[in-house]
């Protein structure tokens, strides 16, 4: 099965996010056929900061390791470093000649701002053509800015689309109504369920930086417990940017 079948609407492929070689080893030996990897951790793992165009070398490294764990593999590459299209049809091509079956191309800016509508599209077409799935990340609910019908709209030569950052299950069968590409959305323990999610015709639910924010408390706990502490509760997205490096 390619990767473009396991995007089911109504029947969601979970896709947990690993963030070195041991994380997507350990998922792909529990039986997940498809793995992503997440931004955050990898710019953590190299102490860089995250969605900062910083991790290129770093995430190319992470395909080339993770290539022969014998799942699919798709790769984050923040807003594809760089705005230039042609150069990010020379990185996904790069990607896709190592094995890989898709990327994640996020449409935020690390100053808060969304790329220009138009600049997105053309790099979603650049992107393409390599063989590998693109999933065209609009930031509007993340960032709070922009009109998330407007990208998804003009998104639309994608292989499918992610809007992080929703929860409300009538906003997301919303999406869903307004694009025949397959729909994912971000997992946040505290929004809908897996089923509820199917429900709404989500075709592809990831973990984003979950699993590695989770692994940092579960790190954190090991150490506390032998202190007779509690465990400290799940780190945020925030929590975890605000101890990286800043951008240079």
């Excluded at 997440?38 to 953590?44: E, P």
């Excluded at 100053?111 to 053509?129: F, M, N, Q, S, Y």
């Amino acid at each position: 099965m390619n990767f473009h079948d396991l995007h089911r609407p109504g029947d969601p492929l979970l896709l947990p996010n690993a963030w070195d070689y041991g994380s997507a080893a350990f998922l792909a030996a529990h039986g997940f056929p498809a793995i992503g990897t997440t931004s955050l951790g990898v710019s953590a793992v190299h102490g860089k900061p995250d969605a900062a165009g910083a991790t290129k070398a770093e995430t190319i490294e992470l395909a080339e390791t993770v290539k022969d764990l014998g799942v699919l593999v798709t790769v984050d590459i923040e807003g594809g470093f760089s705005d230039d299209p042609a150069e990010v049809s020379d990185l996904v091509a790069g990607l896709a000649a190592l094995g890989v079956a898709g990327v994640n191309l996020e449409d935020g800016r690390p100053d808060g701002t969304l790329r220009p509508v138009g600049l997105h599209r053309r790099i979603i077409e650049a992107a393409k053509g390599h063989g590998v799935f693109v999933n065209a990340r609009t930031d509007t609910h993340w960032l709070g800015t922009g009109d998330w019908r407007e990208r998804v709209d003009a998104y639309g030569e994608a292989d499918g689309i992610f809007v992080p950052g929703l929860s409300d299950l009538a906003e997301i069968a919303e999406v869903v109504a307004r694009t025949p590409l397959p729909v994912n959305v971000l997992y946040q323990p505290a929004g809908p369920t897996l089923d509820q999610l199917a429900g709404a015709g989500v075709a592809r639910v990831s973990t984003g930086s979950l699993l590695y924010r989770a692994a940092l408390q579960g790190a954190l706990a090991a150490v506390l417990s032998a202190q007779g502490k509690e465990a400290p509760a799940l780190p945020t997205y925030g929590e975890i940017t605000a101890i990286l490096p800043e951008t240079r």
